[in-house]
Nanobody
């Protein structure tokens, strides 16, 4: 019911920057929290940053001060500005959307992921 399309991943040197974008479409009503998770090979998926529709943000300790999450409610898009990237940031980044009102009992949705690779 909700489709998420991520973009902006790529290869960057340590200390560089990337900007990830995720656009939601479909049954976009009642979307509350949007954000980003990431998963490196052999590791569990972990939270990177989230933002509510009212603008409340939450960041993983590892990215505080370096990443900034924002959203455009008119376009139903969430952005992640990533600065001062480190090799440890290398992972597949997944867009996340949480609904306030479920459809068929489903509250959350995931994008297909976009690869971010930071070279040393």
């Amino acid at each position: 019911q909700v489709q998420l399309v991520e973009s902006g991943g790529g290869l960057v040197q340590a200390g560089g920057s990337l900007r990830l974008s995720c656009a939601a479409s479909g049954s976009i009503f009642s979307i509350n929290t949007m954000g980003w998770y990431r998963q490196a090979p052999g590791k569990q998926r972990e939270l990177v940053a989230t933002i509510t529709r009212s603008g409340i943000t939450n960041y993983a300790d590892s990215v505080k001060g370096r990443f900034t999450i924002s959203r455009d409610n008119a376009k139903i898009t969430v952005l992640l500005q990533m600065n001062s990237l480190k090799p440890e940031d290398t992972a597949v980044y997944y867009c996340y959307v949480e609904r306030a009102v479920p459809i068929g009992g489903r509250y959350d949705y995931w994008g297909q992921g976009t690869q971010v690779t930071v070279s040393s």
